[in-house]
C-alpha cells in the first residue's frame, strides 16, 4: 500500500557521498531498443525498477544517474514509494530538482495497489523475470504467499499449471498468464505506446495511475482504459502547464481517455 507517499520523497546523494552499505543499486530507468530476430526491427526493451522495489518492501535503494535521467529516476522511486537516493552530476541535479518540485504538488493518496493477478514469489531469479515482464506488459499483479481465492489468476512456479520447464521462457510465460487472465478483465490498459508503464491504485472513492515514459521522448496520443465508472480526472504531467485529459468516454465496462503529451511522468487521479 501508498502511504503518504508525498512524504516518501527521493533525496540526492550528496556529492562524493555514498549511499548505505545494505541499499540495494537500482538500474538507470531507460529503454534500449534491440534487434528482434523474427522480424529484423528494433523492439523495445525497458530497464524498469519498479518490480525489483515491490519485492523488497524495506529494503533502501539508490540510483546512479546523469541528466535528464534522473527526473525519470525519482519518478520511479515515488511511484513504487521508495524514498530512494538519487547520485547524479551537476545537468542530473538541476533536472531532479525539477521534479522534485513537481511531486510535491502531488496530493497525498491512501490507496492500495489494484491488482489482476497473484505470484506467490519463491526468491528465484525465474520469479523475478516474470514479475519483470508483467510489469512491462502493464499486467497488474501483487506478491503473495499464498493464492488469493478473488484473482482471477494465481501463479505460483513449478505447480502444475505453470511447471518449472516454462519458466525458462519467461516471455512465453507471461504472454500465457495475458491470455488466462484475458485483457477484457484487466483493471487497466495502455494503448499507443510499448515504453510506457503504469501502477494503477484505487479505494471506493477515487483511484490513481501513474505513468511513466521511459523513453526520452514524448508519447502523444496516448489512450488510457481503466475497469469501473469514473465521472471526471485531474492529470498533472511533469513539463506540461494545465494539461486536462481529452475524448473522456464512459461504457458498460470502463472509462476511457486520452493523455495528449506525455513527458517523463505523469498521474492521474480519477473520481466516482
Same mark, same amino acid.
Given at each position: 500500500?501508498? %502511504?503518504?507517499?508525498?512524504?516518501?520523497?527521493?533525496?540526492?546523494?550528496?556529492?562524493?557521498?555514498?549511499?548505505?552499505?545494505?541499499?540495494?543499486?537500482?538500474?538507470?530507468?531507460? *529503454?534500449?531498443?534491440?534487434?528482434?530476430?523474427?522480424?529484423?526491427?528494433?523492439?523495445?526493451?525497458? $530497464?524498469? &525498477?519498479?518490480?525489483?522495489?515491490? =519485492?523488497?518492501?524495506?529494503?533502501?535503494?539508490?540510483?546512479?544517474?546523469?541528466?535528464?535521467?534522473?527526473?525519470?529516476?525519482? +519518478?520511479?522511486?515515488?511511484?513504487?514509494?521508495?524514498?530512494?537516493?538519487?547520485?547524479?552530476?551537476?545537468?542530473?541535479?538541476?533536472?531532479?530538482?525539477?521534479?522534485?518540485?513537481?511531486?510535491?504538488?502531488?496530493?497525498?493518496? $491512501?490507496?492500495?495497489? #489494484?491488482?489482476?493477478?497473484?505470484?506467490?514469489?519463491?526468491? @528465484?531469479? +525465474?520469479?523475478?523475470? #516474470?514479475?519483470?515482464?508483467?510489469?512491462?506488459?502493464? %499486467?497488474?499483479?501483487?506478491?503473495?504467499?499464498?493464492?488469493?481465492?478473488?484473482? !482471477?489468476?494465481? *501463479? =505460483?512456479?513449478?505447480?502444475?499449471?505453470?511447471?518449472?520447464?516454462?519458466?525458462?521462457?519467461?516471455?512465453?510465460?507471461?504472454?500465457?498468464?495475458?491470455?488466462?487472465?484475458?485483457?477484457?478483465?484487466? @483493471?487497466?490498459?495502455?494503448?499507443?505506446?510499448? #515504453?510506457?508503464?503504469?501502477?494503477?491504485?484505487? &479505494?471506493? =472513492?477515487?483511484?490513481?495511475?501513474?505513468? %511513466?515514459?521511459?523513453? &526520452?521522448?514524448?508519447?502523444?496520443?496516448?489512450? #488510457? !482504459? *481503466?475497469?469501473?465508472?469514473?465521472?471526471?480526472?485531474?492529470?498533472?504531467?511533469?513539463?506540461? &502547464?494545465?494539461?486536462?485529459?481529452?475524448?473522456? @468516454?464512459?461504457?458498460?465496462?470502463?472509462?476511457?481517455?486520452?493523455?495528449?503529451? %506525455?513527458?517523463?511522468?505523469?498521474?492521474?487521479?480519477?473520481?466516482?
Amino acid at each position: 500500500m501508498i %502511504l503518504a507517499a508525498i512524504l516518501l520523497l527521493p533525496r540526492l546523494l550528496p556529492s562524493g557521498g555514498e549511499p548505505p552499505a545494505d541499499s540495494v543499486k537500482l538500474s538507470p530507468p531507460r *529503454v534500449q531498443y534491440r534487434i528482434n530476430e523474427a522480424s529484423a526491427t528494433r523492439s523495445p526493451w525497458i $530497464d524498469a &525498477n519498479g518490480w525489483r522495489i515491490i =519485492r523488497a518492501p524495506g529494503k533502501s535503494f539508490f540510483y546512479q544517474v546523469n541528466g535528464d535521467t534522473s527526473t525519470l529516476a525519482a +519518478a520511479e522511486a515515488f511511484t513504487y514509494g521508495t524514498g530512494a537516493l538519487i547520485s547524479t552530476d551537476a545537468s542530473g541535479g538541476k533536472a531532479f530538482e525539477s521534479m522534485l518540485d513537481f511531486l510535491r504538488s502531488i496530493p497525498e493518496v $491512501d490507496q492500495p495497489p #489494484v491488482a489482476d493477478i497473484g505470484l506467490v514469489d519463491d526468491g @528465484s531469479d +525465474a520469479a523475478g523475470e #516474470v514479475m519483470n515482464l508483467l510489469a512491462r506488459m502493464n %499486467l497488474l499483479y501483487k506478491i503473495e504467499k499464498e493464492a488469493d481465492k478473488s484473482l !482471477r489468476v494465481n *501463479v =505460483r512456479l513449478g505447480s502444475k499449471e505453470y511447471p518449472a520447464e516454462e519458466a525458462r521462457n519467461p516471455s512465453m510465460l507471461a504472454h500465457k498468464i495475458r491470455s488466462l487472465l484475458g485483457d477484457e478483465t484487466r @483493471s487497466l490498459r495502455i494503448y499507443g505506446s510499448e #515504453v510506457v508503464i503504469a501502477r494503477f491504485t484505487a &479505494n471506493s =472513492r477515487q483511484a490513481r495511475i501513474y505513468l %511513466l515514459n521511459y523513453s &526520452n521522448r514524448p508519447v502523444r496520443g496516448l489512450r #488510457v !482504459r *481503466v475497469k469501473g465508472a469514473y465521472a471526471k480526472g485531474d492529470l498533472r504531467v511533469f513539463g506540461v &502547464n494545465g494539461a486536462s485529459p481529452a475524448d473522456w @468516454s464512459n461504457d458498460s465496462g470502463g472509462t476511457e481517455f486520452t493523455v495528449p503529451e %506525455l513527458g517523463p511522468f505523469a498521474v492521474i487521479d480519477l473520481y466516482r
